[in-house]
Nanobody
Framework: VQLQASGGGAVQAGDSLRLTCAAS????????VAWFRQAPGKEREFVAARRWNGGISYYADSVKGRFTISKDNAKNTVLLQMNSLKAEDTAVYYC??????????????????WGQGTQVTVSS
């Protein structure tokens, strides 16, 4: 599956953004989908994930209560709604899909397909 992430931008602290990850080549059906981010000089870190066909969503502690991962079945897209953004949320955000087991759903290596990344910059 090919992934295309979009929706990033430059905002002020406290603002909201919604990222979109569109799939082509196949549907997300039977896969898990996730968002990761990488800030300058830091390693890529887990943000949020969910299985396409139901189940709970998983969040990094740093975004829990502020970010929501969801899906649009009709458009075969994954959304990341980001509210109450903070300067420390500044990073390139990547969407990913794959077949991780529960114990690896937060692990980047468990995902086979990646989008190109979209920049989110939050100024304080």
């Amino acid at each position: 599956v090919q992934l295309q992430a979009s929706g990033g931008g430059a905002v002020q602290a406290g603002d909201s953004l919604r990222l979109t990850c569109a799939a082509s080549g196949r549907t997300f059906n039977s896969l898990a989908v996730a968002w990761f981010r990488q800030a300058p000089g830091k390693e890529r870190e887990f943000v949020a994930a969910r299985r396409w066909n139901g189940g709970i969503s998983y969040y990094a502690d740093s975004v829990k209560g502020r970010f929501t991962i969801s899906k649009d079945n009709a458009k075969n897209t994954v959304l990341l709604q980001m509210n109450s953004l903070k300067a420390e949320d500044t990073a390139v955000y990547y969407c990913a899909s794959g077949t991780p087991i529960i114990s690896t759903i937060r692990t980047a290596d468990a995902y086979a397909s990646w989008g190109q990344g979209t920049q989110v910059t939050v100024s304080s």
